[in-house]
C-alpha cells in the first residue's frame, strides 16, 4: 500500500449472496416465513480515503465541485467494462451529485445508498465528515470506493468459452477469483444470487464502518455478541432495506437484504409502514434518520439462526433460460386476490410443508448432536443409495437420522408438488416441466436429498443438497450431461455467517484496485 498521509486504510466489507430454500412468495406476506441460506460467494465494497495526490486523473474531482462544501467520490467495479461514476457530496445540503461516468450512465443502487449512507453520517458522526471536508479543500482529499463480486454471482458461460474450457467445475476453478466478465454491468446475465442486495448491504456496511459509525470490531463475527454489535447489524440492516427498496421505487419482502445482514435464518418480514415517511418524495435527512434507527420499534422483522445439517452440502446450478420475477410474482398476486379461496387453501398447505422442512433441518441438527454415531451412519448409508429407496431400508429401522432424511426427501417433493399446483393455477411456471425432469433426475442421483427451484422459481436456477462430496459431483456429472437445458454448476457452498469486515491484505484483487 501507499503513503499513510496520502491514503487512508482500506476498510473491506463483504456481504453474502442467499438461496431462498422454502418460503417463495409466501414470503411477501408477514403471516408466513421463509428459510434462506447465506452463500460462501460475496459481494465486497472497499473505502479509502485519497488525497489528489494519491488520486489518478481519472478519479480526481470534477472542476464542477466546490471545493469548500463538497467532497469527490470515485466508484469503480473493475469487472465491468465502462463501470466508474464521480459524485460530490454536498456536506451541507447533503446532496449528492454525479459529475461524470464512463458511459455518461448512472448506477442507481450505487446513488442512493452513496446519498442516504453519507447523508446518515452526517447526523451519526458529522465531525468525520467535516474533517474530510477540510482536507478536501486543502489538498483534495476525497473518497475512493471499489466494488468487486466472486465469479458465482455473474455467468462465466462465455468466459469459459472463449478460453476454450467446458460448462463445468473444474472449469470454473480454473478462473481467477473476481475475474472480469467482458460485458457491461447493464448486460451482464446475473445468477440469481442476490447481487444487488449484497452489493447494497456490503457498501453501506463499509461507509459506515470507514467513518466510525459502527466499529469495525462488530462486524468480525468471532467478537460480535455485544449488545453494541447487535445494533450495528440492525443498523446496517435498516439502511440497507431502505436504500435498496428506494432503488427498486418498492418495498419488497426483504429477504435477500437480510441473507446479506444475518446469512443463514428463518426469516419473517417487516411491516412495510415502516418505511413510509422515509420512501415519501420529499422525506429528509432526519426523517430517513428516525425511519431506519435501530431503536424504531416498527421493525419488526424476525431474524431466527438456522444451523445447516452436518454433511449436508448445498450444490447451486444456472440454467440458461429467463425468468421475469417481478412479472411472475404480479401474476400470482393478480390471482390470489382473483380466487381468494382457493389461493388460500394452497397458501396454508404449502406454509405447513415449508415449515416442515425447517422442522425436519433442526430436528437433523439436534440428531447429529445426541447420536453423531447414529448420524453418521445413516449419513453413510443414504449417500450410495438413491432417496426413492430410503424410506423401506430394512437395515435402518431403528435409525432417527435415516427416520428424517427419508422424510425430508418426502418433505421437498410435497413442496415441489405444491408449488407446481400454485403455478398451474396462476398461470405461471414456477416449476416448468423442463425443470421438474431435471430435478426429478438429479433426485435419482445417490445421495441426494433435496432438488427444487429457489425463490419465485422460474427457469433459471436450480438448488440441490447432497450428502457429501460424492453425491455432490455425481450431480455435477449429471448436470454435464444434461442436454433439455444448459445447466451451468456454480461454485458456491451454503455459509452461516453475514456481512463482515475483512482484511484487505488477504484480497490482491482489492489492494490492487486502489494502487
Request: hydrophobic share 40%.
Amino acid at each position: 500500500m501507499t503513503d499513510s498521509s496520502a491514503k487512508s486504510p482500506v476498510t473491506l466489507v463483504s456481504a453474502p449472496g442467499k438461496v431462498l430454500v422454502v418460503g417463495g412468495y409466501l414470503v411477501l406476506d408477514r403471516v408466513h416465513s421463509g428459510l434462506v441460506v447465506g452463500t460462501d460467494a460475496c459481494l465486497y465494497a472497499a473505502v479509502q480515503t485519497q488525497a489528489k495526490a494519491g488520486l489518478t486523473s481519472e478519479t480526481s474531482p470534477s472542476s464542477s465541485s466546490t471545493a469548500n462544501t463538497t467532497i469527490p467520490i470515485f466508484v469503480q467495479s473493475p469487472q465491468f467494462e465502462s463501470a466508474w461514476w464521480k459524485y460530490s457530496f454536498d456536506v451541507e445540503s447533503n446532496v449528492l451529485t454525479q459529475n461524470q461516468s464512463a458511459d455518461n450512465g448512472t448506477n442507481g443502487f450505487v446513488q442512493v445508498v452513496l446519498q442516504a449512507t453519507l447523508g446518515l453520517v452526517s447526523q451519526y458522526k458529522p465531525a468525520k465528515l467535516h474533517q474530510l471536508l477540510a482536507s478536501s479543500g486543502s489538498d483534495g482529499s476525497g473518497l475512493k470506493i471499489v466494488l468487486l463480486a466472486d465469479n458465482d454471482f455473474y455467468s462465466q458461460r462465455e468466459t469459459l468459452e472463449k478460453m476454450g474450457l467446458d460448462l463445468s467445475s473444474a472449469s470454473l476453478g480454473k478462473l481467477p477469483r473476481m475475474c472480469g466478465t467482458g460485458t457491461t454491468l447493464k448486460n451482464v446475465h446475473k445468477t440469481g444470487l442476490g447481487s444487488s442486495a449484497a452489493m447494497v448491504t456490503s457498501l453501506v456496511g463499509a461507509i459506515l464502518s470507514h467513518f466510525g459509525v459502527v466499529s469495525q470490531s462488530d462486524l468480525d463475527h468471532s467478537k460480535a455478541s455485544s449488545e453494541e454489535a447487535r445494533r450495528s447489524f440492525r443498523l446496517i440492516h435498516n439502511i440497507a432495506q431502505y436504500t435498496h427498496c428506494l432503488a427498486q421505487g418498492k418495498v419488497g419482502s426483504g429477504f435477500d437484504v437480510s441473507a446479506a445482514v444475518y446469512g443463514s435464518h428463518v426469516y419473517r418480514r417487516f411491516s412495510p409502514a415502516v418505511l413510509d415517511s422515509a420512501m415519501a418524495e420529499h422525506s429528509d435527512i432526519g426523517e430517513i434518520k428516525e425511519a431506519v434507527s435501530p431503536e424504531n420499534p416498527g421493525w419488526d422483522s424476525e431474524v431466527v439462526p438456522v444451523s445447516i445439517p452436518p454433511r449436508f452440502i448445498l450444490r447451486l446450478a444456472d440454467v440458461d433460460a429467463g425468468s421475469n420475477t417481478p412479472s411472475m410474482v404480479k401474476k400470482i398476486l393478480q390471482w390470489k386476490q382473483s380466487d381468494a379461496e382457493k389461493a388460500s387453501q394452497i397458501w396454508c398447505s404449502l406454509d405447513r410443508a415449508n415449515n416442515r422442512i425447517r422442522e425436519l433441518w433442526a430436528s437433523l441438527v439436534e440428531a447429529s448432536a445426541a447420536d453423531s454415531a447414529d448420524y453418521n451412519r445413516a449419513v453413510d448409508w443414504c449417500a450410495k443409495s438413491k432417496s426413492s429407496s430410503w424410506k423401506d431400508a430394512p437395515n435402518m429401522a431403528n435409525s432417527t437420522t435415516h427416520r428424517l432424511l427419508a422424510e425430508l426427501v418426502e418433505g421437498i417433493l410435497n413442496v415441489r408438488a405444491l408449488q407446481r399446483q400454485l403455478g398451474q393455477n396462476a398461470q405461471v411456471p414456477i416449476e416448468p416441466v423442463e425443470q421438474t425432469r431435471l430435478l426429478d433426475a438429479c433426485m435419482e442421483v445417490p445421495g441426494v436429498c433435496m432438488a427444487a427451484v429457489p425463490g419465485a422459481g422460474g427457469y433459471d436456477a436450480i438448488f440441490c443438497v447432497t450428502l457429501g462430496q460424492e453425491a455432490s459431483s455425481a450431480v455435477a456429472d449429471m448436470w454435464a450431461k444434461w442436454t433439455e437445458m444448459s445447466v451451468g454448476p456454480l461454485l458456491a457452498n451454503q455459509a452461516s455467517s453475514g456481512v463482515h469486515i475483512l482484511d484487505p491484505k488477504q484480497f490482491p484483487n482489492v489492494i490492487s484496485a486502489f494502487d
